[in-house]
């Protein structure tokens, strides 16, 4: 009973930061929660028991691909301020 209650809320965290990620116009606070939605969903696999799919997904996705978002999206706005 509890180990449902810990999934359905990492699951309300997880799509809130998946729609947070869609609908931010900020693409910094965007590529942010997407991280925050791969941590999240990596934090779902965990507790269902997955622990090597979960460890992926957080270093995988949640770290290196959010990384070169964020740097990219730092390159990018640097160049239209000068």
Do not use: D, H, R
Request: with cysteine; proline share 1%.
């Amino acid at each position: 009973m509890a180990s449902e209650l810990v999934q359905f809320g990492i699951l309300a965290m997880t799509i809130a930061f998946a729609l947070g990620a869609a609908g931010l116009k900020n693409l910094l606070y965007a590529a942010l929660s997407l991280g925050a939605m791969c941590i999240s969903l990596g934090a779902l696999y965990w507790v269902l028991y997955a622990p090597y799919v979960g460890l992926f997904q957080m270093l995988i996705y949640g770290g290196a691909v959010v990384v070169l978002f964020v740097s990219v999206i730092m390159f990018v706005k640097g160049e239209g301020n000068e």
